[in-house]
Every structure is written in C-alpha cells, then in structure tokens.
Nanobody
Framework: QVQLVESGGGLVQAGDSLSLSCAAS?????????MGWFRQPPGKDRELVTT????????SHVDSVKGRFTISRDNAKNMVYLQMNSLKPEDTAIYYC?????????????????WGQGTQVTVSS
C-alpha cells in the first residue's frame, strides 16, 4: 500500500509560479512506480497533466502546460514535484499526484493504483 500526500497549493495571480510536492509513504518501493500529476478543474473531469518514469529520465506533458510545468522526482526521498510557472487562470484545479505500477498505461487514469487527496490551485486573473 502506498500513501500519497500533496502539498503546496494555494491562491496566486496569473503569471506567478507555484511548486507542488507529493510525498509517498508506506510499503512504497517508490522507484518502482511511474508517477503522474493530474488535475480536475471546477465542473470538469480529471485530466492528465504530466508523467515521469520510474528513473526520472523520461517525462511527458500535455500541450497546454509544455514549457511552463516541470515534473521531477527524488527517489531517495520518495518525493515527486511539480514546478508550475507562468500560471494562467485556466490552470485553476485540484491537483493530484498518482502512482502507476510497472507496465501500466500512464496516460490513462485507470493506469494508476494510488492517488493523493489533492491540493487546490487557484489562479486569479
């Protein structure tokens, strides 16, 4: 069982930066999981934002955040991070980190076995 806890959300203005963290605990074997950040805007479905491979060498981002958001991980600390720059009002959402076991389809929500409780990010115009 893996527990994930996000932190770092808040209220910022358009153009600002924000850094989210996700701490993994439990019987983690953290480095065996690919990690992803998802978000759920108000009234909309949860959507994939970015993923990172188990080693951290490979990342992917949806087009809407490319060049603005950066995912990283520290396997020694069981942590994954999301650096968000040049934030826009449309980035407003609850942000979730999630863990996907080996050979899962990391672009699908159902590829992830463990989820955090989410952290709210609100970007004002």
């Amino acid at each position: 069982q893996v527990q994930l806890v996000e932190s770092g959300g808040g209220l910022v203005q358009a153009g600002d930066s924000l850094s989210l963290s996700c701490a993994a605990s439990g019987r983690t074997f953290f480095s065996t999981y690919a990690m992803g950040w998802f978000r759920q805007p108000p009234g909309k479905d949860r959507e994939l934002v970015t993923t990172i491979s188990r080693s951290g060498r490979l990342t992917s981002h949806v087009d809407s955040v490319k060049g603005r958001f950066t995912i990283s991980r520290d396997n020694a600390k069981n942590m994954v991070y999301l650096q968000m720059n040049s934030l826009k009002p449309e980035d407003t959402a609850i942000y979730y980190c999630a863990a996907a076991p080996a050979r899962s389809d990391v672009i699908r929500l159902d590829g992830y076995d463990y989820w955090g409780q989410g952290t709210q990010v609100t970007v004002s115009s």
